[in-house]
């Protein structure tokens, strides 16, 4: 007969050990440069960053970009983990109707 492990992880401690980055999010538009810091699951799209970030600045999340400090364009297209691996954890959001305009 085999032996039973009476020892298990409640379900509530195996999500809280999931690996999670933090971003501080400033909205380039504006000139006193306003921040968000947001802590997300490394697995999340960033996307929904992006989405998040935009509407607590109450912006377009549908006309909104995310840059580096270093003026590098993100795509939104991968995970949160690899976009903080690859460009660290400072990024700004640009409104896009602002690029450009006069």
């Not at 006193?32 to 992006?50: D, G, H, Q, S, W």
Request: hydrophobic letters at 40%; aromatic letters at 6%; a positive charge.
């Amino acid at each position: 007969m085999g032996t039973r492990c009476w020892l298990q992880i409640p379900p509530c401690i195996k999500m809280a050990t999931k690996a999670k980055v933090s971003f501080k999010i400033t909205l380039a538009s504006d000139r006193n440069l306003p921040y968000k810091v947001i802590t997300v699951p490394e697995e999340a799209p960033f996307m929904a960053c992006i989405k998040f970030a935009a509407e607590e600045f109450k912006v377009s999340p549908a006309t909104s970009a995310v840059i580096t400090n270093d003026g590098v364009g993100i795509n939104p297209n991968q995970t949160a983990g690899a976009v903080f691996l690859k460009h660290g954890g400072e990024l700004r959001l640009i409104p896009r109707d602002r690029v450009g305009a006069c």
